[in-house]
């Protein structure tokens, strides 16, 4: 830990996530990870505090502001105020699901740190960890290397960590100078520019609700399936895809056709994708934000079979890369306009265009694991879970592969699905998976 107190400034998207943070639907990152055999309370406890030593803002708390700043600070103490760890056994008569849903609509506070709780379930199959981080604080590959960390603690092994100064990330993350200054980067960024711009002409399409109920919270709903029938599609190979574009295509085919069984239109689909946009040499370290968002977009026409589909995702991510987070990156560090008291008065503002401005879905892929992640018998990884928050598009889903299973966690807000209607979307995603890898 530090040797006092410390005050790091918020970056743009700190900020962002702490406006869209509301009560009746928090913006929490779900993370959970499922061991063999049981897991000590106490021990966890001791784990989590660990952990919290190695990562500054793992134990940050929003600062009080004054009203000529010009941006919120976290605040870290060498200590924290509340004891982030709770307990409890597996339900035996409902769906773990319900379990998690109610876990993930509770509202994790800035004012006191740290900003994320955890949840131990005590099951016999195997205990669950399951992390709830406010987005403000973490994303997801933030999320993944502070859990990491709790594994390692609780199993006594080394956790060494990156040397980077919270306050500085941003900075070693924007690009160089002179990259992308080519007429060829150029060139790229306009082509894409023009792309986005001739698909925004057609009317975006948001998930068609059935038979959902307008209560607060989220509700979550889990399915695993095997990894390689993705990796090794004839068709990811012949469009030089990858997984996670097979991932974007059947997410778009699956809402078109929901859709048309609801009685929906044929606009276009949006599906928002956050990029990671640490450095190579970190690339998944450093807990906090640090990415940009990207969006990926389908016509009617180009969802008509599973191939043209694949084709349109893949093209689009390609174009992405070329393009690389420099460009938004550069744009969030400009950070935000006026003093944090005006900002915090159109806040209400802020949200509603946040929701005009939302997609249709989101999509966030942590990867795949590795078998070395924790490496001890003491916190031995079974499954991994994880799902974004489902804000303005109304669905999230997040997938994270541990071995050779795909986990996939659809995050919902109630008046979307019932649990049986998610149980249907999650059937036509599954078939769209199952198509595009026999392709």
């Not at 107190?5 to 959970?32: A, G, K, R």
């Not at 744009?331 to 265009?353: E, K, L």
Request: contains cysteine.
């Amino acid at each position: 830990m530090s040797e006092g107190p410390v005050n790091i400034p918020f970056n743009m998207m700190d900020e962002m996530f702490m406006h869209l943070d509301t009560p009746p639907h928090p913006l929490l990152v779900h993370l959970e990870v499922r061991v063999d055999g049981s897991l000590d309370e106490e021990r966890l406890r001791g784990a989590v505090l660990a952990a919290i030593a190695h990562h500054p803002l793992a134990r940050a708390r929003l600062a009080p502001w004054r009203s000529d700043a010009k941006t919120y600070v976290w605040h870290v103490d060498d200590d924290v105020q509340l004891d982030p760890v709770r307990s409890m056994a597996a339900p035996e008569d409902e769906s773990l699901d319900d379990l998690r849903s109610e876990i993930y609509s509770r509202a994790v506070t800035l004012y006191e740190s740290p900003p994320f709780r955890v949840a131990l379930v005590h099951d016999p199959g195997g205990d669950y960890v399951m992390l709830a981080a406010n987005h403000a604080a973490c994303d997801g590959i933030g999320a993944l290397r502070l859990l990491q960390s709790v594994g390692r603690a609780y199993a006594g092994i080394a956790d060494p960590t990156v040397d980077v100064d919270p306050a500085e990330a941003h900075r070693l993350a924007l690009p160089a100078p002179e990259e992308g200054r080519g007429m060829g980067d150029r060139l790229d960024r306009a082509r894409l520019n023009l792309r986005q711009l001739a698909q925004v002409r057609s009317r975006q399409e948001k998930v068609k609700a059935k038979d959902g109920s307008p209560e607060p919270g989220y509700c979550k709903y889990t399915m695993a399936l095997p990894v390689a029938p993705l990796v090794a599609s004839p068709l990811r190979r012949r469009l030089n895809a990858t997984v996670n574009d097979v991932l974007l295509a059947a997410i778009h085919r699956s809402i078109a056709e929901w859709n048309r069984q609801q009685g929906g239109g044929k606009g276009r689909i949006s599906v928002g994708i956050p990029v990671n946009a640490r450095p190579e040499e970190w690339r998944y370290e450093f807990v906090g934000n640090l990415i940009t968002n990207e969006t990926v977009s389908t016509l009617d026409k180009q969802r008509e079979t599973p191939e043209s589909c694949l084709a349109a995702v893949a093209g689009w991510t390609e174009a992405v890369k070329r393009r690389g987070s420099g460009p938004a990156m550069t744009a969030q560090a400009r950070g935000w306009p006026g003093r944090v008291s005006q900002r915090r008065a159109v806040t209400p503002v802020i949200r509603v265009m946040a929701g005009f401005a939302s997609v249709t879905a989101a999509l966030t892929n942590l990867g795949a694991i590795k078998p070395d992640w924790v490496a001890s018998d003491a916190f031995a990884v079974r499954e991994m879970w994880f799902s974004p928050p489902a804000f303005g598009s109304d669905l999230g889903i997040g997938a994270i592969s541990v071995a050779d299973t795909l986990h996939l966690g659809l995050c919902y807000v109630p008046a979307l699905f019932s649990r049986d209607a998610a149980g249907e979307f999650a059937g036509l995603l599954r078939k769209e998976l199952d198509a595009l890898s026999a392709s």
